[in-house]
């Protein structure tokens, strides 16, 4: 990224390693990378470790680039054929998003015979390396020179760059986020290009800077979920600007930039499968609920308030299998949010039904918990 002009039973996890040049990073560094790092493990269940490096100052023992915010290099597994990569995205597909992604995919190779490339990371995500694979996957380095904020809770700050947003930015390009023009030399592809499109039903192979416009979809080309950069020297494979966005090739200070979501449906249809709360969509009068439908509730509000720096929310009744969720039970889980809320300086959810004593728990008052968790997962 560089800096802009002003204007469940298993898990991924992270094994870090900070270079020496990390040594004379402030403290509040590394409870952001701590952070950055734990936001991507709550948020997928695949069964592999990524190896990163982090430095300060340096990527790999050398210096940043003249301008830039951060940096990655990963690891590369390759030459995969197109047959290899549809198969390896079919095989892994969990979401509907993933369905509908996978479904634009034709049995015939589009791209006239390309190979592709992938980071470990991803080859890792979709089965094509060991997810155990101790070889490190890939380096991230950070300016220490920019005027940051490392404060999860104050992103948006006079003067101060996003520390996180830039944080995730470079993690999901060792996780596979890049693609033609960054993968190495060969004009190879990457999963990521079967995606990119600069009209409907028309894929586009060949990105250049002051190019035609592309952007990213799941649909054939027929909706835009992001539009891709196409300003030179950013990376081809970063989203365009057009809104805050940690995925932006061009960072601004004083602005928050967060994962989206369209930023979780790429990183989804890239190889990694998201948390699945269990019967994802409740039906009113449809769905009976259950124990479950509020233990990951909790799971996954407990996790944002570790990120948040607040500490362990304290129940009345631990739920458990078997047990019957009550209006308490309800009311304490949104007191749970609402801290969240507040510790980010944001107006607390509004709800549907203020459950008190004997009134019946609805599918809605579960299905509201799950999108207020989903609008504050934004890394």
Known sequence: MLLGAAGG??????NVTYDASTASAPAAFFTAMGYAFQYYESLYTDPITINVHVGWGDINGSPLG???LGQSLTAQQGNFTYAQIRTALTNDAKTPQDAAAIATLPVADPTGGKSFVMSNAEAKALGLLSGTNTATDGW?????TASWTFD???????GLVDFL????HEITEVMGRYGYGQNGSGLRDSPIDLFRYAGANVRLFTPS???ASNYFSIDQGATIVHGFNTVCCGDLSDWDGSANDSFNAFSFSAVKNPTTPGDRILMDVLGYDRVQFTDSTLTPQGTAIKAVHLIEVRTRVAQARTRHGLGTYSYTQTIAAGLVVMATDMLETRAALADIYLAMSAASPSYTFAPFAGVTIHAVDITELRAFLE???DG
């Open 9 to 14: 039973a298993e898990a991924l996890t992270f």
């Open 66 to 68: 003249a301008g830039s």
């Open 140 to 144: 991230v380095g950070f300016s220490q």
């Open 152 to 158: 999860p809770n104050g992103r948006a700050m006079p």
């Open 165 to 168: 947003g830039t944080a995730h």
């Open 209 to 211: 800077f002051g190019g």
């Open 375 to 377: 609008s504050i997962e």
